[in-house]
C-alpha cells in the first residue's frame, strides 16, 4: 500500500523486534528491516559477494552493523558501506519510518 510521499507499508511494527533482523518480499526485491535500539534500518537483504540473505546473518558488536553469514562481510547499517571484506560493494540503504504501528519505507536508495 502505497502512501503520497512514496512510502510502502512493509509489516506492523511488532514482527522486527528489537535487536532482530527480518526479511520482506517487495517489489523491488528482498529487503531486510533490522531494529537497532528502537531505530530501524533498511536496506538490500542481497549480500553484494555472492547473494547470501543478509536477514540469515546477525548485527555486528555495537549493533550498527550486520554481518553475512557467508563469509563474514560486514556492512555498516545507516550507510550500506561494507566495513569488512570479502564484499567490495555497498548494499542499498531506504529511508524507513514508523506510521500508526506500521513499518514503511520508501524504495528508492538513499543517495
Ligand atoms: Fe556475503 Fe560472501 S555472500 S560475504
Avoid: K
Avoid at 533490522?34 to 549493533?63: I, K, M, P, R
Avoid at 542499498?92 to 520508501?106: F, H, M, T
Wanted: glycine share 12%; aromatic share 6%; net charge negative.
Amino acid at each position: 500500500m502505497g502512501t503520497e510521499d512514496g512510502f510502502v507499508r512493509v509489516a506492523s511494527l511488532a514482527e522486527v523486534p528489537e535487536g532482530e533482523l527480518r526479511c520482506f518480499d517487495l517489489e523491488i526485491g528482498r529487503v531486510t528491516v533490522a531494529q537497532v535500539e528502537n531505530e530501524l534500518f533498511a536496506f538490500g537483504d542481497e549480500c553484494t559477494h555472492e547473494g547470501c540473505s543478509l536477514a540469515e546473518g546477525e548485527l555486528g558488536e555495537g549493533e550498527e552493523t550486520v554481518v553475512c553469514p557467508c563469509h563474514g562481510s560486514e556492512f555498516d547499517l545507516r550507510s550500506g558501506e561494507p566495513l569488512a571484506g570479502p564484499a567490495a560493494d555497498p548494499v542499498p540503504v531506504y529511508p524507513v519510518r514508523v506510521r500508526d504501528g506500521w513499518i514503511e519505507l520508501r524504495p528508492e536508495p538513499e543517495a
